[in-house]
Every structure is written in structure tokens, then in C-alpha cells.
Nanobody, 123 residues
């Protein structure tokens, strides 16, 4: 079973950038469909971005389109989320997830999750 650990969260001013990284151990990330999700206080967990075990990337969530980019670094065995032009509404705990199957926007189909990393965007 793959274990996932997120890093790179923090506090940033609106308009700034952050790069989140999801490190996998136990298995290589290239064998999984990987997703990034986020959960803001009082809200449900929502899809942000996902990348397949191949080269496919799902359309990003409308709220982050053209600002966030998901990528995989096979040398480091990580899946990264580059977040630019951050807005206060991007404030949330960000989670990475892995599934041994087809890429999906549905959090319920992902079997492995990291512990999350907090992103706070100040106005």
C-alpha cells in the first residue's frame, strides 16, 4: 500500500504562489492515478486536480483553472501542485490521494490519502 505525505503548505498573501508536494513511499506514483483535493472549514472536500498513471490530466476544477498545475516528478516520486495567483478562497487543507485505477474527480474512489497540508491565503 502506498503511503502519502503532503508538504509545502503555509501562509501566503493573495496573489502569491505555493508549490505543494505529495511524496509517496512504498510504491511509485507513476503506477497510480493521483488527485489533489481540498477542504475548507465548514465545507465538503472538493476536487482540485488529478493526473493519471500515464500522461492524462483531468480538467481542473473551475475555481482553480488557469492558476493551478498538477505534475508528476518520477525522479522524486512525488506529485506536485503549483498554485499561482492565490486567492483567500483557496484557503483550505489540501490533500493528495492515490487510486489504483482510472483517474477520477470523485474523492470516494481514492483509497490512499495523505494527512493534509494547510494553505492559508491572506487578503
Amino acid at each position: 500500500q502506498v503511503q502519502l505525505v503532503e508538504s509545502g503548505g503555509g501562509v501566503v498573501q493573495a496573489g502569491g504562489s505555493l508549490r505543494l508536494s505529495c511524496a509517496a513511499s512504498g510504491r511509485t506514483v507513476s503506477t497510480y492515478a493521483m488527485g489533489w483535493f481540498r477542504q475548507a472549514p465548514g465545507k465538503e472536500r472538493e476536487f482540485v486536480a488529478a493526473i493519471s498513471s500515464g500522461i492524462g490530466v483531468l480538467p481542473y476544477a473551475d475555481s482553480v483553472k488557469d492558476r493551478f498545475t498538477i505534475s508528476r516528478d518520477t525522479a522524486k516520486n512525488t506529485v506536485d501542485l503549483l498554485m499561482t495567483s492565490l486567492k483567500p478562497e483557496d484557503t483550505a487543507v489540501y490533500y493528495c490521494a492515490a487510486r489504483n485505477g482510472i483517474i477520477s474527480r470523485m474523492s470516494s474512489v481514492y483509497g490512499a490519502w495523505g494527512q493534509g497540508t494547510q494553505v492559508t491565503v491572506s487578503s
